[in-house]
């Protein structure tokens, strides 16, 4: 059986995305921004967006609230959160 870590089995838990799909009625604005400042000075330039997404909030509190457990009293650490599971319910 797969665990995601020692004693907690892969199908009890599923894995937080860190970004979201955003709806697709707001496509439009976040393309032209996007495309607007990754074109610059150079208004030849031409774009292709692919998707539209937004960071889950759920998934930067956990990640701020456990690098700051993981840090404890040495703040010069740095820590890269590469999954994070909730139970399921």
């Known amino acids: 059986m797969a665990e995601i870590a020692p ?13 979201l799909p955003v709806d697709p009625v707001e496509h439009r604005h976040a393309v032209i921004i996007a495309t607007a400042i990754a074109a ?7 774009f292709s967006v692919k998707r539209v997404s937004i960071a889950n909030p759920e998934y930067r509190r956990v990640a701020c ?10 703040p010069e650490s740095s820590f890269v959160v590469k999954h ?6």
């Open 40 to 46: 610059a000075d150079r208004p030849e330039s031409s």
């Open 7 to 19: 004693g907690y089995p892969a199908s009890d838990w599923e894995e937080l995305p860190a970004y």
């Open 65 to 74: 609230i456990a690098t700051a457990l993981g840090a404890g009293a040495l």
């Open 84 to 89: 994070i599971y909730r139970e399921k319910a």
